[in-house]
């Protein structure tokens, strides 16, 4: 498996579960949540500039994110 790829995947799955665990989801509740609003597309879309900025933060916008496109935490 090419590493960018690997990283991507550790990315998202710490950032899911951060997620998870700030809004007291299941980390499958939170994947789902994250997926129906477009979360998921946004980290995996734009890795390159978020694994580089404060993962509280992308917690934060991911949550601000899925807010925009209808979700409700």
Known sequence: MPEITYNKIGFVAMI?????????????????????YGGDR???DHYGYLHTQDYDQVVDELGDYCRRKGGTL
């Open 16 to 36: 899911v579960s951060m997620f998870a665990k700030k809004h007291r989801y299941t980390e499958p509740v939170a994947y789902q949540y994250l997926s129906q």
């Open 42 to 44: 946004l980290l995996v």
